[in-house]
């Protein structure tokens, strides 16, 4: 009997032993999170994978903008899949995208970073927005990840950190051909009507001087909290009692379209300066034409833009899958996404940031023809450098503005 007892707890040990290895040797899995659609298979043939992160609004008043310049990184990252992925120093690997909504707060997206680093190990977390930019640049260093700016504020290179890269050009660069234009065509007196974000904070406080200093008069100042505001009839009124000559507005598309709607049904013949983080285009959805938004300055939309010969057959092929026109939220982060991928086939690495950031300039020169939606001749300053593209309406029409 005791000779029994003893064969059955050598045996109950042994299951024991080999439950718990069995266990253990569980691959991980990481917990809450879904990859977006897009990303590689981790299971596909030998391939490894690498995770790309992304951080932005993806609910609220800012989802579309966020769907944009997500989809952008997706299509890019299908088509580098689709083509076999990426050989670093004689392995396989393919992406995959984890994104996560932060509602277009900074303290979320400085949230997420730290989950997507610890769940998902992700060497480059894409954002849109300067507020998401900076709060992850309080750690990014030290957690050695690459922060993908989409941003053109030019504080995000200021700062010194090596570990960002700025996407779009700098804003600063379009002072002094907004000014000029609407200063000619409609008079000096503006009023500032911009987001209310740490971005349109940082717009305002580099336009007001150099309004200003040409010459211009600042006639009210307020902001828009667009996660707050869904209607501006008050601060619109407001600001046209003062009688202004110009509007100075921006933030996503879709409200900042709804601004200049209602200005103009409270009977503003003005002109707008439109902050590069709005598009004439995407605006053009909500007000129904451009005929509402004559006077209007901008950024060149990306289908009206001549600079790239492929643009029409990324047009053609973002409006197939998406069903809208793609804007520059899409194409910017489409090659930003190429550019990462060729920088780590340049630096030998897909997971030292540090590598990957150091062969930046290797990855704009290889970047396939097919993927040039942007032309960028270097990476300096800690972004992309490349020609500004400005346009204006006039009489209903996209009409291009050269930046002396």
């Not at 954002?127 to 309080?138: D, E, K, L, N, R």
């Not at 809208?324 to 939220?329: I, K, N, R």
Request: glycine share 10%.
């Amino acid at each position: 009997m005791k000779r029994m007892k003893s064969v059955f707890m050598i045996i109950f040990t042994l299951v024991m032993v080999f439950s718990l290895a069995a266990c253990n040797s569980t691959s991980d899995k990481t917990a809450n999170t879904k990859p977006s659609s897009g990303g590689g298979d981790s299971k596909s043939g030998d391939a490894g994978t690498v995770n790309i992160g992304y951080s932005g609004p993806l609910s609220g008043p800012a989802a579309f903008y966020g769907e944009r310049t997500l989809n952008g990184v997706k299509m890019a990252v299908e088509e580098i899949n689709g083509a076999g992925g990426i050989e670093v120093s004689g392995k396989k690997y393919k992406f995959n995208i984890v994104s996560l909504d932060d509602k277009y707060l900074p303290n979320e997206t400085g949230a997420n970073a730290k989950r997507l680093l610890q769940e998902n190990k992700t060497p480059i977390i894409f954002t849109p927005h300067s507020g998401g930019v900076f709060a992850m640049q309080v750690f990014n260093q030290q957690d050695k990840f690459i922060i993908g700016a989409y941003t053109s504020e030019p504080k995000v290179s200021e700062v010194g950190n090596k570990l960002t890269v700025r996407i779009p050009p700098r804003y600063d660069g379009y002072l002094k051909p907004f000014t000029e234009y609407e200063m000619e065509k409609f008079g000096k007196k503006i009023a500032f009507l911009p987001t209310a974000s740490q971005y349109g904070k940082d717009w305002s406080a580099k336009l007001k001087p150099y309004w200003e200093k040409q010459g211009g008069k600042v006639v009210f100042e307020s902001a828009i909290d667009f996660a707050k505001e869904t209607d501006f009839f008050t601060l619109v009124t407001n600001a046209l009692k003062e009688k202004p000559d110009v509007l100075f507005v921006g933030g996503p598309s879709e409200p900042t379209a709804k601004v200049i709607k209602q200005a103009r049904e409270l009977g503003f013949k003005g002109g707008f300066i439109v902050m590069d983080q709005a598009k004439l285009d995407e605006m053009k959805k909500v007000t129904g034409s451009y005929e509402m938004l004559n006077g209007a300055i901008g950024v060149m939309p990306l289908s009206e833009s001549k600079i790239s010969p492929v643009i029409p057959d990324f047009v053609k092929k973002y409006q197939d899958k998406y069903k809208e026109v793609p804007g520059s939220e899409a194409g910017l982060n489409y090659i930003a996404m190429y550019i990462f991928a060729e920088a780590m086939k340049a630096s030998g690495s897909v997971d030292d940031a540090e590598k990957i950031q150091a062969a930046m300039q290797k990855g704009v020169e290889n970047v396939p023809e097919k993927a040039k939606v942007y032309i960028f001749n270097k990476f300096d300053g800690g972004g992309f450098d490349g020609d500004l593209e400005v346009a204006a309406v006039e009489n209903g029409k996209i009409v291009p503005i050269k930046v002396k």
